[in-house]
């Protein structure tokens, strides 16, 4: 087993494939990976999007958490039984290729999964949840996107508060029944998965986060952007926290049953 391994423990973190320069490139922002580090103390790794090719238990025998992150592209709703509403929405179909069954593989296996955004809709839809493609056009919800005339800073201010169910597993992580957080998603849940359970909604019903009823390891999921300034948000430290303590404890089972 390699020194990292010993020292730290080790997440995969999913990445997008597109172009750039006229390059196909697996990149992911920086933003989701600064975090983990310093704030879970775990040590990233960048999955590529291999799609079918992924070697799914090589990769999960080598990890101790997965990280979903956020992308402008969007899920094919084929993945969740719909016809694509608007032609111009962003697809990345090498990405769904690798993370949908990679979640179902690494939730089995009680590995600890944090999704974020995008990362969020994918476990719902890996699971067997479907998603509203956009929900600034659906009765009963409010516009949940960034406004994109605005500076990034502008865009990833705190938008609208969430509110914690109370008793949940994500009530206990923050310490709070409620927080604001940032929005910039057009798509978000329709259906939750059934084994899944919310976590927090926004004030329009929207669920904002879950996790798993029957899961052996630690999953959560949030449909807002806690790797934005982390290390200066109390919520998005103590998310980062519990994930990493997770992730740990995951990591020292791993060598004592290799012992």
């Not at 920086?30 to 103390?41: E, I, M, S, T």
């Not at 994500?170 to 604001?180: D, K, R």
Request: net charge negative; hydrophobic share 40%; with cysteine.
């Amino acid at each position: 087993m390699s020194l990292i391994n010993q020292s730290l423990p080790c997440v995969a973190v999913s990445t997008d494939l597109k172009t750039i320069a006229g390059h196909p490139t697996y990149a992911v922002a920086q933003k989701y990976v600064d975090p983990l580090l310093p704030l879970a103390g775990v040590w990233p790794w960048l999955l590529p999007s291999l799609g079918g090719q992924t070697p799914l238990d090589v990769v999960l025998d080598h990890i101790d958490g997965l990280v979903l992150t956020g992308s402008p592209s969007n899920i094919e709703p084929h993945h969740y039984g719909q016809d694509l509403s608007n032609p111009d929405s962003p697809a990345d179909p090498a990405r769904d290729a690798t993370t949908l069954p990679l979640i179902r593989e690494a939730i089995a296996r009680g590995l600890p999964v944090f999704g974020i955004c995008r990362g969020f809709q994918e476990i719902n839809v890996a699971l067997g949840g479907t998603l509203l493609q956009e929900v600034h056009n659906t009765a009963g919800f409010d516009d949940h996107r960034e406004d994109e005339a605005l500076d990034v800073a502008a865009q990833y201010a705190p938008a609208h508060w969430v509110h914690a169910v109370p008793g949940g597993m994500l009530e206990a992580i923050v310490g709070a029944g409620s927080w604001q957080v940032n929005s910039l998603h057009g798509q978000g849940i329709q259906t939750l998965a059934p084994d899944l359970l919310a976590q927090a909604h926004a004030p329009d019903g929207l669920i904002e986060a879950y996790t798993h009823r029957h899961a052996a390891g630690f999953v959560l999921a949030v449909q807002w952007h806690p790797e934005w300034q982390a290390a200066q948000n109390p919520v998005s430290r103590a998310l980062y926290a519990a994930f990493g303590q997770a992730c740990r404890q995951y990591a020292q089972r791993r060598l004592e049953c290799a012992a």
